[in-house]
């Protein structure tokens, strides 16, 4: 089973959880002010609350792959649009926003260009030159 699905079954699940607490759980006006032991709903709820908090934290991690992901290629296209540099020859990874240059540029000007570039793409956080001058 994938990620995708395991997911919308937990959550599919973790609402049908919080619906059964929520009906199971009403209590009479009259009983409220004494202390009652947790019903197995009460726990099925809670099981379910924590269940959707491991979810989001995975959703979170998920999201922040994705972002990386999109980052990477808005900092590609970024380079490949600009004229002399020869963009192919330039790797582009990122990691919580943080956007490494990897591979080489004919030029000490191409690879500050390079970093300028990158530094401009909005949402890095800052670039990591491992930029190298070709020798001629």
Do not use: H, Y
């Not at 009906?23 to 726990?43: L, V, W």
């Not at 792959?65 to 990122?94: C, Q, Y």
């Not at 390079?114 to 020798?135: C, F, P, T």
């Amino acid at each position: 089973m994938d990620t995708r699905t395991r997911t919308q079954l937990l959550a599919l699940f973790a609402a049908g959880t919080m619906m059964l607490a929520a009906g199971c759980d009403q209590r009479n006006a009259s009983n409220t002010s004494t202390a009652t032991p947790p019903t197995t709903a009460d726990k099925m709820a809670n099981s379910a609350n924590k269940a959707g908090d491991k979810m989001a934290t995975s959703t979170e991690k998920a999201g922040d792959k994705i972002d990386d992901a999109a980052l990477t290629t808005k900092v590609k296209t970024a380079l490949m649009a600009e004229p002399g540099l020869r963009s192919l020859e330039i790797n582009v990874d990122t990691r919580d926003n943080i956007v490494t240059l990897n591979g080489t540029v004919d030029s000490q000007e191409k690879k500050q260009r390079a970093m300028q570039i990158a530094q401009k793409v909005e949402g890095v956080k800052s670039v990591s030159d491992n930029l190298v001058v070709k020798s001629s």
